[in-house]
């Protein structure tokens, strides 16, 4: 590929050049299609309950201490 | 992509966005077909390192530069390093899921796991991004004060700094602006062969990660999640896997991609470990970490202990490290929001075609400079609490990123190994471990009235 060629289609043209560039599903219109919800069995499902406990239940407690140094003038 | 199962028919018409990145993937195809292994690693490079290098931001240093000041030169110096090998095996996975889905983290979340976890992500990464940007602006403040810049000045500049990286209208000109700021980073290892450390002391502390922290086990404790949150946080996975996207990374860039993650991992780990040894020579000088006020008076302790230069290299290393952060925070806030709504959110959109990406960029920015000038604003408590929020919810984060990188419907071939899964699986368990540790620690101290 020779420099004069290389700067021309850099310049954004011809399409056909551009659209060779990117994965069929790396274009804007793909890229917002919908994806289908994932499946999950009994044990990840189990798992994902647990993690909101989790998350729940260390955000209370950081948002207590949180709360508690700003009340503290911190 | 043949082995996701999810590709359609190519649209004819291609849209602003596609015309912008398709010009920079031309290039990469070009390197590539010219077999130039150098310029395709330059062109490839960017998001790897910037996320590393943003998380090496002003309370990250500072943090690291605490953990100098109190125990000196030892266990946390090798400590820090495999922080930054948890954060390179979490940022590889980030990287390879948004290469190969060409989705971004928090898109992801809600197509795939749903809108309650979707929002409670997004969300909670609003929360600890604005809480964390807070953090950037005091560490510009601190950094600029020193030289005798005004608040509000100090303020406006970084404001102004991400208003003006935003305003190219296009993912390549941002990230080479902010990849150049980042260069900066390496001030706390000039900093720190300023300070002409003890080589010896360094092999042994390497070697052998001694001298042990003693004395308050609430103190160290504290301090080794401080650490961690200091490397592996909520926005990093964020803001890889939808730069990712943005630069228009495939499949095929995956080794420049994974070398970009060692890159900045490496220059990061040095940087860190410069700002811990910088200040280590305030514990050789047994000046107390009670005086340094939460890291605004680490300049001024080093200039009275090694002299204004050291001093001036460190308040510079704090005013890049907040500005970067800057930059990369508010772009995983905007990218978050952006994919969580299903509206624009990409540098390469017009301003006009993605007002509310731009708008929360720089919003959130200025909300959080804003806060800053505030008189008496808790800005200790944010400062404090910025990092214990980032690393409570983190182990949600990471188990999401595992559940993604291992969804063969989307990876395919790509998906996961064991040895990958293992690692993952033990920086998920260790961050738990030190996030719930920590959030009783505080809370504990918070009911008793201590801390």
């Not at chain 1, 590929?1 to 659209?19: K, N, V």
């Not at chain 2, 929002?119 to 600029?144: K, P, Q, Y």
Request: net charge neutral; aromatic share 8%; charged share 15%.
């Amino acid at each position: 590929m020779d420099e004069g060629h290389r700067r021309h289609i850099y310049e954004g043209e011809p399409d056909e050049d551009l659209i060779d560039a990117l994965e069929p599903d790396q274009l804007d219109d793909a890229m917002n299609a919908p994806l289908p919800r994932r499946r999950l069995g009994p044990w990840a499902r189990a798992g994902l309950w647990a993690l909101r406990v989790f998350v729940l239940g260390v955000t209370a407690l950081v948002a207590y201490a949180f709360v508690v140094s700003i009340v503290r003038g911190g | 992509m043949t082995d996701r199962g999810l590709t359609k028919a190519r649209p004819a018409p291609l849209s602003g966005e596609d015309r912008v990145r398709s010009a920079d993937r031309l290039r990469v195809l070009d390197a590539r077909r010219e077999g130039s292994r150098w310029r395709l690693l330059w062109l490839l490079i960017g998001p790897g390192i910037l996320v590393m290098l943003g998380e090496n931001d002003g309370p990250s240093m500072i943090s690291y530069a605490t953990s100098g000041a109190t125990y000196g030169i030892g266990f946390f110096l090798p400590f820090i390093l495999v922080t930054f090998l948890a954060a390179m095996v979490v940022q590889e996975m980030a990287m390879r899921v948004g290469a190969v889905t060409h989705r971004g983290y928090g898109e992801l979340i809600f197509r795939r796991y749903g809108a309650f976890w979707g929002w409670l992500s997004s969300g909670d990464l609003l929360l600890t991004n604005i809480l964390t940007l807070v953090t950037e602006f005091i560490a510009i403040r601190v950094g600029m004060g020193f030289f005798g810049v005004p608040a509000p000045i100090a303020v406006v500049l970084g404001v102004g700094l991400v208003a003006v990286s935003v305003s190219g209208g296009r993912y390549w000109r941002w990230e080479r602006a902010a990849l150049i700021l980042g260069a900066f980073n390496l001030l706390f290892l000039v900093a720190a062969i300023m300070v002409h450390p003890h080589v010896l002391a360094l092999g042994r502390a390497f070697a052998t990660w001694q001298p042990l922290p003693g004395g308050n086990l609430q103190t160290m404790l504290l301090l080794l999640v401080s650490d961690i949150g200091a490397t592996v946080t909520p926005w990093m996975i964020f803001f890889q896997q939808s730069a990712v996207v943005d630069k228009g990374m495939t499949p095929r860039d995956l080794p420049q991609g994974r070398l970009d993650v060692l890159i900045g991992g490496i220059a990061a780990a040095i940087t860190g470990c410069g700002a811990l040894i910088a200040a280590a020579v305030l514990f050789d000088h047994h000046v107390s970490i009670a005086t340094l006020q939460a890291g605004a008076g680490f300049a001024t302790a080093l200039e009275k202990v090694s002299g204004f230069p050291v001093a001036a290299v460190f308040s510079l290393g704090l005013i890049e490290a907040g500005a970067l952060a800057a930059l990369t925070i508010s772009a995983s806030t905007g990218y978050a929001v952006g994919e969580s709504i299903s509206g624009g959110h990409s540098f390469n959109r017009r301003i006009k075609d993605a007002p509310l990406f731009y708008a929360l960029i720089v919003g959130a920015t200025a909300l959080a400079g804003a806060v800053v000038l505030i008189p008496r604003a808790p800005l200790l408590a944010i400062a404090l609490n910025a990092n214990l929020f980032a690393t409570a919810l983190l182990p949600a984060g990471l188990v999401f990123l595992l559940l993604m990188a291992n969804d063969r419907e989307l990876m395919g071939s790509r998906a996961n190994g064991r040895l990958a899964n293992l690692a993952s699986i033990a920086v998920i368990v260790g961050v738990a471990v030190a996030a719930t540790a920590y959030a009783v620690v505080a809370s504990v101290t918070a009911m008793t009235g201590g801390g």
